[in-house]
């Protein structure tokens, strides 16, 4: 528990003191699951219940359609939360799937759990409720921010669209995005092989230059 608590430094529990997590833990109940690159956490028309935290590894949400053809709309790292969207709603059913992306450690509590007040009226279940709707709130951004890049015409739109984003997101011109470029054609829904050469003729017209995932806007 003590290697736990030290490692838990995810937004969700931005505010509630070290001392207090121990109990905040028990009260809500949790259980914590590995999984493998690769591996399904939760499929697409499942009914999710528990969010769930990532302590270490990627999570992807992913959406397929009726042909197999899979677009990945978020990925989730260290200390992020995912599920939330789904397991807030009236009948919880999740519309995307989980999918690990990197072996993953998770640490999943039940929503319910988490967003109402036990009898017991502990002091940090406010402050969790205050930081699960920012989550919340921060998550439908995200997914604005893929809309935005993914409606743009030309895949050289799409790519300075994106580009843009990660470098305002790290307040420099040179920066590390987390997609390979494999992942990266997925999140823009477009060909790999067309978005490299893409990439070259940027380079070559001199807007971006870049390093495997490192990019500088020039």
Known sequence: MDNLLSNLNAPLFAGIKNEDMG?????IGYHISSFSKGEIIALEGEHLKHIGIVLSGRVDMVKED???NKTMLLRMGRNEIFGETFACGDDS???VTFLVSEDATVMFMPFSRVMHSCTMA????HRLIENMV???AGKNRELMQKVDVVSKRTIREKLLAYLSIQAQQQR???FEIPLGR??????LCVDRSAMTREL???KEDGLIDYDRNHFRIL
């Open 122 to 125: 502990c002091g940090f279940h």
């Open 66 to 68: 009726l042909w197999g």
């Open 172 to 174: 420099q011109r040179y």
């Open 23 to 27: 109990a905040m833990l028990h009260c």
């Open 134 to 136: 920012r989550l919340i």
């Open 93 to 95: 059913l999740s519309t």
């Open 200 to 202: 070259a003729k940027m």
């Open 182 to 187: 494999v992942e990266l054609a997925e999140y």
